[in-house]
């Protein structure tokens, strides 16, 4: 049987890519893909993040832990809690991992609500001045660009300091 869907994809930056499956959940289990990022439930994510090691970037940006968040909002996920990108995970109080998951579903729905337009963004959020020495939206200090997980990442070495 040939089912024509009719359907586009445009993808500027070209990273997109388009898949052929019988359904989502097939999908996610052939990839192993963790659930996804609105899906899951607080003790979820708790748990996750504990069995977890390595940068809390890193650890957002796995989809094989959990799906849907890209590079750019795990940025913005994690300049919204002020925690620095190369967090170690274990190092993170519970607090701190609370306020990353209320921020991962602020982020992602307004992410959603706008279409992913980056210009629709509240003037708060970092993503619409993801640039080095950019200013940051929350303070006089400069958006620095540094690689984290391989990753070009952005933050604002004033608002999320790094533990050491
Ligand atoms: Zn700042």
Same mark, same amino acid.
């Given at each position: 049987?040939?089912? !024509? !869907?009719?359907?586009?994809?445009?993808?500027?930056?070209?990273?997109?890519?388009?898949?052929?499956? *019988?359904?989502?959940?097939?999908?996610? =289990?052939?990839?192993?893909?963790?659930?996804?990022?609105?899906?899951? /439930?607080?003790?979820?994510?708790?748990?996750?993040?504990?069995? =977890? /090691?390595?940068?809390?970037?890193?650890?957002? *940006?796995?989809?094989?832990? !959990?799906?849907?968040?890209?590079?750019?909002?795990?940025?913005?996920?994690?300049?919204?809690?002020?925690?620095?990108? =190369?967090?170690?995970?274990?190092?993170?109080?519970?607090?701190?991992?609370?306020? !990353?998951?209320?921020?991962?579903?602020?982020?992602?729905?307004?992410?959603?609500?706008?279409?992913?337009?980056?210009?629709?963004?509240?003037? *708060?959020?970092? *993503?619409?001045?993801?640039?080095?020495?950019?200013?940051?939206?929350?303070?006089?200090?400069?958006?620095?660009?540094?690689?984290?997980?391989? /990753?070009?990442?952005?933050?604002?070495?004033?608002?999320?300091?790094?533990?050491?």
């Amino acid at each position: 049987m040939i089912i !024509i !869907i009719s359907s586009r994809l445009t993808c500027r930056r070209k990273l997109g890519k388009i898949y052929l499956t *019988t359904g989502v959940d097939v999908f996610a =289990k052939e990839h192993s893909l963790g659930k996804d990022a609105l899906e899951l /439930r607080k003790e979820e994510f708790d748990n996750l993040l504990e069995e =977890k /090691r390595g940068s809390i970037k890193g650890a957002l *940006t796995d989809q094989h832990l !959990i799906s849907g968040i890209g590079n750019v909002y795990a940025d913005e996920i994690l300049f919204q809690c002020e925690i620095h990108p =190369k967090s170690k995970t274990e190092k993170l109080a519970k607090k701190e991992n609370s306020g !990353i998951y209320s921020k991962m579903r602020t982020v992602l729905k307004t992410a959603i609500k706008n279409e992913g337009q980056r210009s629709q963004l509240p003037n *708060t959020y970092l *993503t619409p001045q993801r640039k080095e020495g950019a200013q940051c939206p929350k303070c006089s200090g400069k958006v620095e660009k540094i690689k984290v997980s391989g /990753r070009s990442t952005y933050f604002c070495p004033k608002c999320q300091e790094e533990l050491l």
